[in-house]
């Protein structure tokens, strides 16, 4: 299973859910990944940057979506992004945001139980 996010947040290959005890550095990257999520104004980032029309946003479109200042979005998509969960390109003065879509699947597989797992691949 590939990594995700940073060297500082790579995820666990292993679930803490497969039944075997997870190491606690595993479970120290998987917190902070999970810490990045645990907040309302970046679960709506996500949903927003997501549902936008080509995939990605800008702060100043996000800024404006949240009602939230420009520093509080920027720092909030920061630890989106150190998290592995969204990617930066900057073009010009601008930086778009988009999602990381592998993170995100490699998130829900790794909360999902075994036995959950394999209903949910034989559909």
Not at 9 to 38: C, H, N, Q, W, Y
Not at 96 to 114: E, F, G, H, N
């Amino acid at each position: 299973m590939a990594s995700v996010g940073t060297a500082k947040t790579a995820m666990p290959a292993i679930s803490p859910l497969t039944g075997d005890p997870i190491k606690r550095a595993d479970a120290e990257r998987l917190a902070g990944v999970l810490k990045a999520f645990a907040d309302p104004a970046r679960l709506r980032l996500l949903s927003l940057i997501q549902s936008a029309p080509e995939g990605e946003a800008s702060v100043s479109d996000l800024t404006s979506a949240l009602n939230l200042s420009q520093p509080t979005v920027s720092h909030h998509l920061r630890i989106l992004t150190e998290a592995g969960l969204l990617e930066r390109d900057k073009r010009g003065v601008w930086a778009y945001y988009r999602l990381v879509p592998s993170a995100i699947a490699q998130i829900a597989d790794l909360l999902t139980p075994p036995r959950k797992r394999a209903t949910k691949r034989a559909r």
